[in-house]
């Protein structure tokens, strides 16, 4: 999920880009109850093809910490949801899990969802109360269902949007934010929604983190990288691992694992050559001791305790009823906040092209001197230089394969 609150532009809309763009003539609140209204067409647009619609990330009206204005807290997140076009989805948390279910004002006529706050100094997070996920997670199955809830990270906007959870074990949980581009803000999201599902004192979960990137970092550290063949008369397999930047490469029933840069191990994976290029590039870096799982075949730092990547579920099609009730509701809501509003936003005419040729009468630049030698001509027919090839047995340079 991302923190900005500016909606992201469908596929097909002319205007392009990742954002929608606006003219920025208006003061801060009009501007934002604009931009909420252009989002809200958006999404109106989107629900009314019955096709699949893309979660999104949308305004909140009030920050995480209050209680304030609970059924549009629900409405907005209706309309920011995920939706399948036909057949199963995924479950989404719905707004009447309750143990007694009495009658409230919840879409069904029951009672709300019990929703809690959770946070600490970097993150505020709004969300149906951990006992409620859980409950429902056991209740069904434990599959995969994504959750609602508002955040604010620290210096910026709040805002709305979905979590996927899946119940990976007896205490840990897979999550994923939804509807926008990842990044540090999504990554923060996930692992806050994680490290509160995970916590046995769940008030106190956020505060006994406080670096959600570094455990975000940590987690993702734990489950290893994989490994993929290459084409290659001694090198069978490598692999990366982004979190701790470690390449590993298997030779046979041996792996090695070497502290490099990412660039150097793509370098090997996609060379013609990957041997001549690992000799250049990798072998004469920090060596690192590595492992590889015999479950999972994934490889992780030595230094680190792995866990099996569990992943989320196929979509279950579980609770189908109330997902269909959140997407009429949504669309519902989109169109009563959007009337008479266009999704395509009025954006800025592009400038007008500079002409940079010279005219008829410019005169020439003077070429400042700098007291450095003129450039060398080159005379690109010439044959190019034979230079030994670095692996060749009869280059000095020869690196022997089986020395490693």
């Not at 009206?61 to 949801?81: D, I, L, S």
């Not at 036909?86 to 899990?97: A, F, H």
């Amino acid at each position: 999920m991302s923190n900005d609150p500016t909606p992201r532009q469908p596929k097909g809309i002319p205007v392009g880009g990742q954002y929608a763009a606006y003219a920025h003539a208006e003061p801060g609140a009009v501007l934002a109850v604009a931009r909420h209204r252009q989002a809200m067409a958006i999404r109106r647009d989107l629900l009314r093809t019955h096709g699949f619609v893309p979660a999104a990330t949308m305004q909140a009206m009030n920050a995480p910490t209050t209680t304030e204005h609970r059924e549009e807290w629900w409405n907005r997140n209706f309309v920011a949801a995920e939706y399948r076009a036909e057949g199963k989805s995924y479950p989404q948390m719905p707004d009447d899990d309750t143990p007694s279910m009495h009658t409230g004002q919840a879409m069904s006529g029951k009672r709300r969802t019990h929703r809690m706050n959770y946070g600490n100094e970097d993150i505020q997070l709004r969300m149906p109360s951990a006992t409620a996920i859980r409950r429902f997670s056991g209740d069904n199955g434990n599959p995969t269902f994504d959750v609602p809830v508002s955040v604010a990270l620290k210096g910026g906007a709040p805002v709305q949007g979905w979590v996927r959870v899946t119940k990976s074990g007896p205490h840990s949980w897979e999550t994923t934010t939804l509807g926008g581009n990842g990044g540090p803000a999504g990554e923060q999201v996930a692992e806050a929604v994680a490290a509160v599902l995970e916590s046995r004192r769940v008030t106190m979960a956020l505060a006994r983190v406080p670096d959600l990137l570094a455990a975000r970092k940590a987690r993702e550290a734990a489950k290893g990288a994989e490994l993929s063949p290459v084409s290659s008369s001694w090198i069978d397999e490598v692999g990366f691992d982004e979190n701790t930047n470690t390449m590993a490469t298997r030779i046979g029933n041996k792996l090695y694992g070497h502290k490099v840069s990412k660039q150097f191990f793509e370098a090997v994976k996609v060379s013609e050559r990957p041997g001549q290029v690992f000799n250049k590039l990798v072998r004469a870096h920090q060596r690192a001791a590595v492992v590889q799982c015999g479950k999972c075949l994934r490889f992780t730092s030595a230094l680190v305790a792995h866990t099996c990547p569990t992943g989320h579920k196929p979509e279950s099609g579980i609770g189908q009823g109330h997902v269909e009730r959140a997407r009429m509701r949504a669309e519902a809501v989109a169109s009563s906040r959007s009337a008479g509003v266009s999704p395509v936003v009025n954006v800025a005419p592009a400038p007008a092209p500079v002409n940079t040729a010279p005219s008829r009468n410019a005169q020439p630049v003077p070429t400042r001197k700098t007291g450095l030698p003129a450039a060398r001509r080159v005379d690109v027919h010439a044959p190019a230089p034979t230079v030994p090839e670095k692996n060749d047995p009869a280059s000095p340079r020869y690196l022997d394969p089986e020395a490693f």
